[in-house]
């Protein structure tokens, strides 16, 4: 008897302890001739140009695919081998030919244009909305040559951001190297047992030192040796590029990003588009590429003065207290810690011994199930990794008691940095909330949250630094809105159609509770005494929380301009480091040096969908700050924020997705347009 594709099981959850890469190309490869055979079944002329007929037969069979591809991506990113890379490039080609072929398909694009807005709801009419447009960026209305050209580019580019990713990836495996325990003065003790139990299992001697970040960044901090750093600092920053040491030369970007601009701008003139920018900007919030320089630069110019303030206190420090006359890039971050202990009297590694991972989580579900009014509790379901934790979210009945509860959402929490996992934290949904046509049954969200912290050593649990329990609340606000959603058009749901510079805003937004006493006291608890950590020192934390916020705005404009103007006035054929040098001589403060590259591991604009697009985490942040400013308007005389304005924030926000514009949701919780104050306030620049 043949077995079950384990990768073609749409019952439930994935079977992600089942699912192999001999597994990936057979279930694609089905999905695909059902999906063909769907797309052809609702293009025939006598089936009926009727929203619900449509998404019965077409939606349902790509809904399968993507969640099954989605599935392999995943797998791709957090437990990626040799086998399965080959198998995922393999069905690459294929799935982007689908895609490509779907959006830009002119009789699926005729009986959209049929259907009667009259027979809509509220929620399928913004999708509607949404599906016209996007069959025109799809290329749709392109004829002949120019039609398969631009199909031919999406696989191009799909294929180059994805050899980009892995050459990322492993360049930064591929580094390591071995120190003495001298060689690590002042490197926090956690640190130095995870890579000395690193280098044991390789059966060498010292301390296996790698790039990724829980090693690389304490070390940066805390190592005094600066050798050290500067040896870790050019590897680091050189990773992926044409200035790589010689043995790692192989994972050079530099052709693919030339590559890359080239289809991108290619693409955007096809479609009638001066530049990537400027097509890029069309479904989102921002009008123009010309609006967000202008936001950038004003931006810029408002943190300027801070950001040459926290220099010249940099400088001043280096030279009175460390004898350094004249730093170097790789002296920076030790330099900032230093003088971060020396003015607020601690450090980092003090701080974490106060936020064991289970406490933090413990407290982040505490303040979510206050505020919006749902209870999360740890449910079972298989899993890529023994890490990977699962959990449910329900909401309560009040009129029929706590016993009765409603799933409203699943996700799985994978917390570790290991070997084989991409770098860096993210949200991915795995399904979407959705009113299903082929069943009617309401099929609940679920998301993956994936973040890169260290593990725990010595039996202990694994600490955070307040930067790691940052990063968790910004990537559980993504979390919230694709799973708190109450929409039930799959296309409008949660995360799906909300425009790209708003999708930072509910996570932002969540950041801000990791500094709020009433908030951090209650998730916090010393590994060692089990104390929650004491006031004074949450005072010196606030105290130093806008420490040098004006170099790291500055260096958030640097990346996003960069971005921008590599989209509008750059000719993909010329080098980037000179537009580069040009930016960070308009903006930056704080400059490496030109061997620097790193663009080459840039992946968020060349293999991450925020192309032309970074500057939505600082446009966001305008949005997230001031909604955050809603918050601090109601808290209450103990400190906690108020639970009605948290009623309003899942009610406009959180549970409203993409049905409406990003705009009308902040009008609708706020009352008006955002204005920048917030945020200047919260970054100690007003």
């Known amino acids: 008897m043949e077995t079950m594709n384990p990768l073609l099981s749409f019952d439930d959850l994935p079977l992600f302890d089942q699912i192999g890469a001999a597994h990936v190309e057979p279930a694609i490869d089905q999905l695909l001739t059902q999906a063909n055979a769907a797309l052809t079944q609702v293009t025939a002329p006598d089936f009926a140009a009727q929203w619900n007929s449509i998404a019965a037969v077409l939606d349902v069979a790509t809904e399968r695919l993507s969640r099954a591809w989605g599935v392999a991506s995943h797998l791709n990113s957090v437990a990626d081998t040799p086998e399965l890379r080959a198998a995922y490039n393999a069905l690459l080609p294929k799935v982007t030919e689908f895609y490509t072929r779907l959006g830009a398909d002119e009789r699926l694009y005729a009986k959209y244009k049929a259907i009667s807005a009259d ?65 690590l003065a002042g490197v926090p003790a956690d640190v130095m047992h995870t890579a000395q139990a690193a280098a044991e299992t390789e059966g060498k001697d010292g301390y296996k030192l790698t790039l990724k ?15 050290l750093r500067e040896k870790l600092y050019h590897a680091y920053v050189t990773r992926a590029s044409d200035q790589a040491a010689d043995g790692a030369r192989q994972f050079d970007n530099s052709g693919l990003m030339r590559q890359i601009l080239a289809l991108r701008l290619e693409e955007a003139r096809l479609l009638g588009y001066p530049n990537f920018a400027t097509l890029s900007v069309v479904p989102k919030m921002a009008e123009s590429p010309r609006q967000i320089s202008h936001f950038l630069r004003d ?71 206050t505020l919006f009014e749902v209870r999360i509790r740890q449910d079972q379901a298989p899993v890529w990794h023994e890490s990977v934790r699962f959990y449910r979210i329900e909401r309560t009945s009040a009129q029929a008691g706590d016993q009765a509860s409603e799933l409203v959402g699943q996700f799985y929490l994978d917390p ?20 299903r046509p082929d069943n009617h049954s309401l099929q609940t969200p679920v998301a993956h949250l994936v973040c890169n912290f260290a593990s725990g050593v010595a039996g202990k649990p694994a600490l955070l630094t307040h930067d790691d329990v940052t990063t968790l609340f910004h990537e559980f606000g993504h979390g919230l809105q694709h799973l708190l959603t109450q929409v039930n058009e799959r296309d409008v749901s949660g995360i799906s159609g909300v425009e790209w510079d708003a999708v930072e805003l509910p996570s932002q937004f969540m950041e801000n509770f990791c500094w709020e006493w009433a908030v951090l006291k209650n998730m916090s608890a010393h590994v060692d005494t089990g104390q929650p950590i004491e006031h004074a020192l949450f005072d010196r934390m606030l105290a130093a929380k806008n420490y040098q916020s004006g170099l790291q705005t500055l260096r958030q404009i640097e990346f996003a301009l960069f971005d921008m103007l590599l989209h509008t006035d750059h000719d993909p054929a010329d080098e980037l480091m000179p537009l580069l040098q040009q930016v960070r001589d308009e903006v930056a403060v704080l400059k490496p040096p030109v061997w620097a590259r790193p663009a080459h591991t840039f992946s968020h604009i060349f293999a991450g969908g925020y192309a032309a697009g970074y500057y939505s985490y600082k446009w966001a942040e305008v949005l997230s700050a001031d909604a955050y400013a809603a918050f601090e308007e109601t808290a209450g005389a ?22 409406r514009p990003a705009m009308a949701s902040f009008k609708a919780f706020r009352g008006r347009e955002p204005t920048l104050d917030a945020l200047l306030r919260h970054q100690g620049m007003a």
């Open 299 to 369: 931006l810029a110019g408002r943190a300027r003065p801070f950001a040459e303030q926290d220099m010249a206190d940099l400088r001043a420090f280096a030279t009175e207290h460390l004898n350094l006359p004249d730093p170097q890039a790789w002296d920076w971050p030790y330099l900032s810690e230093q003088l971060k202990e020396a003015r607020y009297a601690f450090n980092e590694q003090e701080v974490k011994q106060y936020f064991p991972l289970p406490t933090v989580l413990a407290g982040l579900f505490r303040i979510v199930e």
């Open 638 to 659: 103990d400190g906690l924020p108020n639970v009605q304005t948290g009623r309003e924030f899942r009610q406009t926000v959180l549970e409203t997705g993409g049905s």
């Open 213 to 227: 970040m829980p090693c690389y960044l304490p070390v940066m901090q805390f190592a005094s040796n600066r050798a």
């Open 119 to 183: 027979s809509l709801n509220a929620e399928q009419r913004q999708a509607h909305h949404n599906a016209l447009r996007n069959f025109v960026l799809g290329g749709a209305e392109l004829q002949g040559a120019e039609r398969d050209r631009f199909a031919a580019i999406q696989e191009l580019q799909a294929a180059a951001s994805q050899k980009f990713s892995e050459n990322a990836l492993d360049a930064t495996d591929a580094f390591a190297c071995y120190a003495s325990a001298d060689e």
């Open 416 to 435: 570790a940095a290991r070997s084989g996992k991409r770098g860096g934290a993210w949200m991915d949904d795995a399904r979407a909330r959705w009113l």
